[in-house]
C-alpha cells in the first residue's frame, strides 16, 4: 500500500492543489481570489511532470497506462482549465470591482469551481491508478461528483440547475448498477484487488455470477462514457451546461469511464475465443452490442439536431462507440504494434478526442449573443470564418478532424481503432464503424460548411459576438493547432500508448488452459 | 559482420527500374499551388477586391508547369524519388511488416510525369480561363475561389506524385474536399449545395474500399511504398504465377486487394454504381467542371488502376469487371447524353462515358491506350467544356440547346465555335484526330483480346452514340439559323451585370451576348490546338509518346507483350492487322453518327426549338427517350434503396427517443399510481422517464446477452 | 488473503447464494405483506385531526413549510465532516498503540492520519472561510 504511493506524487500534488484553491477562492481580497486559475494551472503542470516522470509499476495489470493517462489527463485538463476560466462569478466579480456590492463569500462560486475541476482531475487520475474494485468505484464516484454541481454554478439560469439534478440523479443511478455489478464480481471470484480476481479467473475460470458481475459493471460504467443504454442524460445535460463545463463533462467521466473499463477486461484478460484473442462470450457480446448501437444512435440522433452543443453531444455517444471497439479487440499479441493493439488505439483516442472535442467546444464558448445568452443554435456559426476567422477555421478544422478527415489527428485515431479490429478479426464491427463514419459525415459536414459557406446572419438580433475572455478563442485556436501539428509528432505519442496498452496477465493462454484442462478433468468422472 | 545475402537478394529480384533519387526541386511542383493557397488566403484576409488572387494563381501554376516539363526533360528511366519529410514511421519490430512508413515523398516515374504534365498545363489554362470567367465574383467570392482552386491542384498533384499509397489516399481525400467546395461555390443554389453533398457522400463510399485496399497491401505485402511493394518478391511470385495460369497459387488476401482498390476507383471517376454525382456536379462554375470534372481529378481512379497494374493483374477476375463496369458505364451514360437538353449536362454525360472507356481500356490490357485516352480526353474534354462555359457566361447562364442557335454568325463567336468544332470531331472520333486514334487503341484491344470481343461491339456500338450526341450539340446550337434567349441567372451569384448587357432578358434582338474576352478566347485557342496537336503523339517514337512514357512505369505490361500498335502475333481482325481495321471501322461508325446527327438536327432545320426530323424520330421510339430523359431513374432508385432507408431509420430513432421519454414514462408513471402513492407528485417526468429506460436497457441488455451466451454455450 | 475468502465463501457458486436469495424474498415480502395488510385490515377515517402532521404528540404551533436559513445546513454538514473524522479516529487510536513504538510502520500510520486530518482542517478552514460559523 505504502509501495504504491510512489506512483502517487501527481494526485497528491493535484490534491494540494486543490484544497489551497478551496481556501485561496474564498479570500476577502478580489487579488488573491484571481489567483485561483494561476494556482490551479501551477498544480497541473507541477502534476503533468511529475506523472511524466513517472515509474511504470510492474505488479499493475497495466503497468505502463499510469503515466500516460496521466499525461494525457493533465495535458487536456490544463486545456480545459484555460476554457473554465471566466465562467463563474464573472458578472458578480465586476460588480464587486464597480463597488456596487460587497463581497459575500455564500454567494461566491469560484472556489469550488476551481476546486471540484481539481478534484475531479484527481478522481480521474486515480481511476488510472486503482488497483482494486473499491479503490476504482471511489475514484470513480470522485470523478463524477464535483461534476454535478459544476453543472449547476456553471450559469445562474435554471437550466443548468434543472441539468445538474438531472444529471446527479441518473448519475446515481448508474452509480448504483456498476457498485451492484462490482459486487457481484467480488462474489463470483472471493476477490476485490485486479491481481486476484486476474488470479482467481485464470484458476477457476468463468462462472454465472461473475459473468453477471461484468455485465451489469459494463452496463453501469455505460453511463459513464454516454454509451447505449445510458446515454439519454447527454444531450439534456450538456445543453443546459454553459459550453466550458460541456466541454469537460465530454472528456473527463469519459475518461474515467473508459480506464475502468479497460481495467477491468485486463483483470478478464482477452484470452478466450477460438483463437484465445477474446474476451470471454458474454462480455465481448454486451460490448459488442453497446459499441454497434452507441456509434447508431449517436449518429442517427446527430442527424436531426439544430443546436451544436446536442450535436456535438450526439458525436459524443457516438465516439464512445467508436472507442470501444478497441476495447473489444484488445491488446492484440504480445509484442504487437499500435495497429494490432485496441487498448493503445483507446488510449491514444481518448486523447485525440479531447483535443478535437474541446475545440469545438470552445468555439461556442467563444461566442455569445447580443443579449448575452450563449452561441448554441446552427445558425449562430454561420459564415463565422469571414466574421471570426480564426474561431471559424478552429471549428472547421476541429469538425474534420472528429470525421477523421487525412491527413488530421482524428483519422490517425480512428486508423488504430480500425486495424486493431481487423487484426483481431472483428470484421463485423469494423463494418458497423466504417458505416457509421460515413453517417456522421453528414452532420459533420454541417459543422464545416455553416462556418465556411454560409453568410453570416443580417440581423442584428441573431449576430453573435466575442465573449470578452481570451483564454478561449485561445484554446480554439491551441487545439485546432494541435488537430494538425501532434499528426506531426504522432509517432511518440503513438509509442507511448503502444506501451501503455500492453496487458500483463493477457498473454497468460497457459494458465488458462491449465485451467480448462482442470475443469475438464473434474466434469468427466460425472456421467 | 553486416548480412548482405537479402540485399544481394531483393536486388536481384529488382525490376530493372532502379531507384533514383530525384532532385529537390521536383517537390516545388506540389509545393507551388501551396504557396498558392497561402498567397489567396492573405489576400482573402486583407480583402482585396481585384483580379490579383487569379494572375497569383496562374503565375505559380504556370511555375509549377514549368518545372513539370524541366522534370520531364531530365528524367531518365525508372523511379526517382524525393523526400519531403518522414510524415509517418511506426515501427514494432525489426522483421519485414513490421514497420509502417509513410513519408511525405515523392517518386517519380513515367505515369507520374504524364499526368502531372497535363494536369499542371490545364491547370494554368483554366486558371487563367476562370479569371476572366468568374470576374462577376470579384471580391470574397474570387478569392475563396482561388484558394480552393490552389488547394485541389496541390491535391491532385500529391495524389499523382505521392511516393506511396498513404500520399495517393491524402490527395484523394483532399481532391474530393475541393471537388466538394467548389461544386458547392454557389452555395446560396440549392441544387449546388445539394450536388455538393452528393458528391461528397458518394465518394466517400468509395473512398472506404480505398482505404480497405490499402491497409490490406499494406498487411499482405508489409509496405505501402510504390518502390518496394511493386519489387517485392512476394508480388512477383504472384505475377509469375498469374502469368502461367497458376491462379489457385495466389492467396485470396492478394487477389481481393485490387476489388477494394477497383470500389475507390470508381467512385473518384464515376463509373457504375456510383456514377450518379458526376453530372449533378456540374453546378459548380464552368472552369471546375472543365478542370475537376472532365480533365483532372475523375481521371484519378484511371491513375489508381494504372498505378497499381501488377497488383490488378494477380487477381484473376479483376481486370476483367473493371473491363465491363466500364463499358457498361460508357453504353448507358452516352445513351442519357443523347436525350438531355442541357448543354452542359451533356458534356458530364459524355465525361462519364469516355471514362468508362479508359477503364474498358485498362480492363483490357491496353494501358497504354488508356492512358492515351485520358491525355486527348483531357485536352479536348477541356476544351468542350470551356466553350460550353463561354456559351454559359456569355448568354447569361443559357444551356439550353433548344434555345440557342447558330452562334456562328454571331460577331465574336467564331473562335468558341472553332473550339467547339474541333472539340466535337475529337469526341466523336473523326478520322485523324486525336480522339480516333486514341479510342482505336481501346477498341482494336478488345477486339483482339480473346473473351473481350463483346465488350468491343458494345463500345463500338457507343462510338456511333458518341458520335450522334456530340454533333447533336454543335448542329444545334452553333451551326443554322440564328436565334438565342438569354438565361435568367446570372452564375448564381447576385452580382449581376445586366449594365454590360442591356436589361432585355427575354427575346433574341434586345438581348447582346456577352462575347468572350482574350482570356477566354486565348484559352480555346490554345486547348484546340493542343487537341489537334495531340494527335501527333501518336506517331513519335516505336508506339506512340505515351507507350514511352507508360512502359516506363508500374503500369507497364509484361506477358501481353507489344500490345502498343504494331503487330499482335496471330491476332488479326478481319484478316487486317487489328488497328488498321479498326481505324476504318470506327471512321465509318464516326461518320454515320455524325450523318444522322446532320440529318436530326441541322438539316431542315428552321430555328433552335425544332427539329422536325429528330422529333418525329423520337415519336417513334415512345417512352424510351423520356426515360433516358430522366437517366433511366437511376436517382430515384437510389433514393428508395439508401437516403429513404436512411431517413426512416433516423426517424425511428427519433420517436424510439421520444417513445421513451413519453411512453415510458406513462407505463413507469401507472405502477406507482397503481400502488396508491401519490409519491409521483413533483417528480420530473422526464428524469424519471430517463431512469426507467436506464433501467429498462440494463434490464433487455442482460436478458438479450444471457439468451444468446446460453444459446452459444 | 481475498483468495482465504474465495475458498470459504465457495465464489461463484450460485447455489452459496440461496440464503442470500431466500433473505432478499423475506424482506420483499414482509414489506409487501405490510403495506397490503393495512390496506385490507387497517381501518380508514379521514378528519381534520387525521390530517395534521405528527409532532410527537404535541400540537403543531404553525406551519411546517418555513424557510430555513441556509446556515442550518451548512452547519449540518460541517458537522458531518467531524462526525466522520471521529468514526475514523476511534479505531485509528484503538490500533495505533499496538504498533511497535518508534517503527516505521507506526510512523505510516501517523503520517497518514496526518494527511486525514489536514482535508478535515481543510474543509473547516473552507467552512470557516464561506462563513458559515458567522451569525448575524
Not at chain 1, 87 to 99: F, L, M, P, Q
Not at chain 2, 379 to 404: I, T
Not at chain 2, 550 to 559: G, V, Y
Request: proline share 4%; aromatic share 12%; hydrophobic share 50%.
Amino acid at each position: 500500500m505504502t509501495d504504491k504511493l510512489i506512483y502517487l506524487w501527481p494526485e497528491v500534488t493535484l490534491f494540494i492543489t486543490t484544497c489551497l484553491v478551496m481556501v485561496l477562492g474564498l479570500s476577502p481580497q478580489a487579488e488573491v481570489r484571481r489567483l485561483c486559475a494561476w494556482v490551479s494551472a501551477v498544480g497541473l503542470t507541477v502534476a503533468a511532470g511529475l506523472a511524466a516522470n513517472g515509474e511504470p509499476d510492474p505488479n499493475a495489470l497495466l503497468p505502463n497506462i499510469m503515466p500516460f493517462a496521466k499525461v494525457v489527463i493533465a495535458a487536456v485538463g490544463l486545456l480545459l482549465l484555460m476554457l473554465l476560466a471566466g465562467t463563474v462569478d464573472r458578472e458578480y466579480e465586476a460588480d464587486i470591482e464597480s463597488g456596487k456590492t460587497k463581497f459575500n463569500p455564500l454567494r461566491s462560486n469560484r472556489a469550488e469551481f476551481y476546486s471540484f475541476f481539481l478534484f475531479s482531475l484527481t478522481g480521474l487520475m486515480l481511476c488510472a491508478s486503482a488497483e482494486s474494485l473499491i479503490w476504482l468505484f471511489l475514484a470513480l464516484e470522485l470523478t463524477s461528483l464535483p461534476t454535478y454541481i459544476m453543472v449547476i454554478i456553471s450559469t445562474r439560469g435554471a437550466k443548468s440547475q434543472e441539468a445538474g439534478v438531472k444529471y446527479f440523479f441518473l448519475g446515481a443511478l448508474g452509480a448504483a448498477f456498476f457498485l451492484f455489478g462490482f459486487s457481484l464480481i467480488f462474489g463470483g471470484t472471493g476477490a476485490t484487488h485486479f491481481d486476484d480476481i486476474a488470479d482467481s479467473i485464470a484458476a477457476n475460470g468463468i462462472n454465472p455470477i461473475l459473468t453477471l458481475g461484468l455485465l451489469i459493471s459494463m452496463i453501469g460504467l455505460s453511463f459513464k462514457i454516454a454509451a447505449v443504454p445510458m446515454h439519454f442524460y447527454t444531450a439534456d445535460v450538456y445543453q443546459g451546461a454553459a459550453s466550458p463545463v460541456s466541454a469537460m463533462l465530454a472528456f473527463v467521466p469519459k475518461t474515467a469511464g473508459f480506464i475502468a473499463i479497460i481495467t477491468i477486461c485486463a483483470a478478464v484478460g482477452w484470452n478466450y475465443g477460438p483463437n484465445h484473442t477474446s474476451l470471454p462470450e458474454g462480455l465481448r457480446l454486451v460490448l459488442w452490442i453497446t459499441a454497434a448501437l452507441t456509434m447508431t444512435v449517436g449518429n442517427m440522433l446527430a442527424l436531426r439536431q439544430r443546436s451544436v452543443k446536442r450535436i456535438l453531444a450526439y458525436s459524443s455517444i457516438a465516439h464512445s462507440g467508436y472507442m470501444l471497439v478497441g476495447v473489444i479487440a484488445g491488446p492484440g499479441p504480445v509484442g504487437g504494434s499500435f495497429t494490432s493493439n485496441g487498448l493503445a488505439a483507446v488510449l491514444f483516442y481518448l486523447l485525440c478526442y479531447g483535443f478535437m472535442n474541446v475545440g469545438t467546444f470552445a468555439v461556442l464558448a467563444s461566442l455569445k449573443h447580443a443579449d448575452g445568452s450563449e452561441a448554441d443554435d446552427i445558425d449562430d456559426i454561420r459564415g463565422l470564418c469571414s466574421t471570426h476567422p480564426l474561431l471559424g477555421w478552429s471549428m472547421v478544422l476541429c469538425a474534420l478532424s472528429l470525421l477523421g478527415m487525412p491527413p488530421l489527428l482524428g483519422f490517425v485515431g480512428k486508423l488504430g481503432l480500425f486495424t486493431s479490429a481487423i487484426s483481431a478479426g472483428e470484421y463485423a464491427i469494423v463494418i458497423v464503424l466504417g458505416l457509421n463514419s460515413a453517417i456522421a459525415a453528414v452532420y459533420y459536414l454541417r459543422l464545416i460548411v455553416t462556418p465556411y459557406l454560409d453568410k453570416p446572419a443580417e440581423q442584428d438580433v441573431l449576430r453573435v459576438e466575442k465573449v470578452g475572455i481570451i483564454t478561449r478563442p485561445m484554446v480554439a485556436v491551441i487545439s485546432a493547432a494541435s488537430v494538425i501539428g501532434l499528426v506531426l509528432v504522432a509517432q511518440p505519442l503513438i509509442e507511448a500508448s503502444s506501451r501503455a496498452g500492453v496487458a500483463t496477465r493477457h498473454g497468460d493462454v497457459h494458465a488458462v488452459e491449465q485451467a480448462a484442462a482442470l475443469r475438464d478433468d473434474i466434469n468427466e468422472p460425472r456421467p | 559482420m553486416l548480412d548482405l545475402a537479402p540485399i544481394a537478394m531483393t536486388l536481384a529480384a529488382d525490376s530493372p527500374a532502379a531507384v533514383a533519387s530525384a532532385p529537390a526541386w521536383v517537390m516545388l511542383i506540389p509545393a507551388m499551388p501551396m504557396i498558392g493557397v497561402v498567397l489567396c488566403t492573405l489576400m482573402s484576409i486583407m480583402g482585396v477586391r481585384s483580379k490579383l488572387p487569379a494572375f497569383v494563381t496562374v503565375a505559380c501554376l504556370a511555375v509549377s508547369f514549368l518545372l513539370t516539363v524541366f522534370m520531364f526533360t531530365g528524367h531518365s528511366e525508372g523511379w526517382a524519388t524525393a523526400v519531403g519529410w518522414e510524415w509517418l514511421h511506426y515501427s514494432w519490430g525489426d522483421g519485414n511488416g513490421q514497420n509502417f512508413t509513410a513519408n511525405f515523398a515523392f517518386a517519380v516515374d513515367g505515369l507520374t510525369i504524364l499526368w502531372m504534365l497535363f494536369v499542371t498545363g490545364l491547370a494554368t489554362l483554366i486558371a487563367l480561363y476562370a479569371s476572366e470567367y468568374m470576374a462577376t465574383d470579384v471580391g470574397q467570392g474570387y478569392n475563396r475561389f482561388f484558394i480552393a482552386f490552389n488547394l485541389f491542384v496541390f491535391s491532385m498533384a500529391c495524389l499523382v506524385m505521392g511516393s506511396n499509397l498513404l500520399m495517393l489516399y491524402l490527395g484523394w481525400e483532399g481532391v474530393g474536399l475541393c471537388s466538394y467546395l467548389l461544386i458547392g461555390y454557389y452555395y446560396k443554389k440549392p441544387e449546388a449545395v445539394a450536388a455538393a453533398k452528393k458528391a461528397f457522400i458518394v465518394n466517400r463510399i468509395g473512398d472506404v474500399g480505398l482505404a480497405l485496399g490499402v491497409y490490406l497491401a499494406f498487411v499482405h505485402f508489409g509496405t505501402i511504398e510504390y518502390t518496394e511493394l511493386f519489387a517485392s518478391e512476394k508480388l512477383q511470385g504472384y505475377l509469375h504465377d498469374a502469368a502461367e495460369g497458376h491462379w489457385s497459387h495466389i492467396p485470396w488476401q492478394a487477389s481481393a486487394i485490387p476489388l477494394f482498390l477497383m470500389v475507390g476507383a470508381f467512385g473518384k471517376s464515376a463509373q457504375l454504381p456510383l456514377y450518379v454525382w458526376l453530372p449533378d456536379a456540374m453546378e459548380g462554375p464552368t472552369p471546375v467542371s472543365a478542370l475537376i470534372h472532365a480533365a483532372t481529378m475523375v481521371t484519378a481512379g484511371v491513375y489508381l488502376i494504372a498505378r497499381t497494374y501488377p497488383l490488378f493483374q494477380v487477381s484473376e477476375i479483376a481486370l476483367p469487371i473493371v473491363a465491363w463496369v466500364g463499358t457498361l458505364t460508357a453504353l448507358l451514360a452516352a445513351t442519357i447524353g443523347m436525350a438531355q437538353f442541357d448543354i452542359k449536362r451533356i458534356m458530364a454525360y459524355s465525361t462519364v462515358s469516355q471514362l468508362g472507356y479508359m477503364f474498358a481500356g485498362l480492363g483490357v490490357m491496353t494501358s497504354v491506350g488508356a492512358g492515351f485516352h485520358v491525355l486527348t480526353h483531357a485536352f479536348f474534354k477541356a476544351l468542350l467544356f470551356l466553350a460550353c462555359g463561354a456559351v454559359m457566361h456569355g448568354f447569361a447562364g443559357q444551356l439550353d440547346l433548344r434555345k440557342l442557335s447558330g452562334l456562328w454568325k454571331v460577331p465574336g463567336w467564331r473562335i468558341v465555335t472553332i473550339g467547339m468544332f474541333v472539340g466535337c470531331l475529337n469526341l466523336a472520333g473523326f478520322p485523324l484526330t486525336a480522339g480516333f486514334f486514341s479510342k482505336d487503341m481501346i477498341l482494336a484491344e478488345a477486339f483482339v483480346t480473346p473473351g473481350f470481343a463483346l465488350i468491343g461491339w458494345i463500345l463500338l456500338f457507343t462510338a456511333g452514340l458518341t458520335a450522334y450526341y456530340t454533333f447533336r450539340v454543335f448542329f444545334r446550337v452553333f451551326v443554322g439559323p440564328v436565334e438565342y434567349h438569354a438565361g435568367d441567372d446570372h452564375h448564381g451569384d447576385d452580382h449581376a451585370h445586366d449594365d454590360s448587357h442591356g436589361d432585355d432578358h427575354d427575346a433574341g434582338h434586345g438581348f447582346h451576348p456577352h462575347a468572350p474576352g482574350w482570356a477566354i478566347n486565348f484559352v480555346l485557342a490554345t486547348l484546340a490546338v493542343c487537341s489537334i496537336v495531340a494527335a501527333g503523339l501518336y506517331f513519335i517514337g516505336d508506339h506512340g509518346w505515351v507507350a514511352g512514357m507508360i512502359h516506363d512505369s508500374t503500369a507497364h505490361i509484361d506477358p501481353h507483350g507489344d500490345e502498343a500498335g504494331g503487330s499482335h502475333g496471330s491476332a488479326a481482325l478481319f484478316g487486317l492487322d487489328p488497328h488498321k481495321a479498326m481505324y476504318y471501322i470506327s471512321s465509318v461508325v464516326g461518320i454515320v453518327g455524325i450523318i444522322f446527327a446532320y440529318a436530326f438536327h441541322l438539316h431542315g432545320r428552321k430555328s433552335a426549338g425544332e427539329a422536325p426530323a429528330a422529333d418525329a424520330f423520337k415519336a417513334a421510339l415512345g417512352p424510351i427517350p423520356r426515360w433516358a430523359e430522366n437517366k433511366w431513374y437511376v436517382d430515384e432508385l437510389y433514393q428508395f434503396l439508401f437516403r429513404g432507408p436512411l431517413l426512416v431509420l433516423s426517424h425511428i430513432f427519433r420517436y424510439v427517443d421520444m417513445l421513451l421519454v413519453d411512453g415510458l414514462v406513462n407505463l413507469m408513471g401507472w405502477l406507482p399510481y397503481a400502488v396508491g402513492g401519490r409519491l409521483r407528485r413533483g417528480q420530473d417526468g422526464v428524469l424519471q422517464s430517463y431512469a426507467a429506460s436506464m433501467a429498462g436497457g440494463l434490464a433487455l441488455f442482460l436478458l438479450v446477452i444471457l439468451l444468446l451466451v446460453n444459446q452459444s454455450a | 488473503m481475498d483468495g482465504c475468502i474465495a475458498t470459504t465463501l465457495g465464489a461463484g457458486d450460485p447455489g452459496a447464494y440461496l440464503p442470500i436469495f431466500l433473505m432478499i424474498m423475506g424482506a420483499i415480502g414482509f414489506a409487501c405483506i405490510n403495506v397490503v395488510g393495512t390496506l385490507i385490515l387497517g381501518p380508514r377515517r379521514k378528519g381534520e385531526t387525521k390530517g395534521i402532521p405528527y409532532e410527537s404528540g404535541m400540537t403543531p404551533v404553525q406551519s411546517a413549510r418555513k424557510r430555513f436559513n441556509v446556515r442550518f445546513y451548512l452547519i449540518a454538514m460541517v458537522f458531518l465532516v467531524f462526525d466522520v473524522e471521529v468514526v475514523f479516529l476511534y479505531p485509528w487510536a484503538a490500533t495505533f498503540s499496538n504498533l511497535e513504538p518508534q517503527s516505521e510502520q507506526a510512523f505510516t500510520w501517523l503520517v497518514r492520519i496526518m494527511f486525514f486530518l489536514l482535508t478535515t482542517v481543510v474543509a473547516y478552514l473552507y467552512g470557516f472561510r464561506k462563513g458559515v460559523f458567522k451569525f448575524d
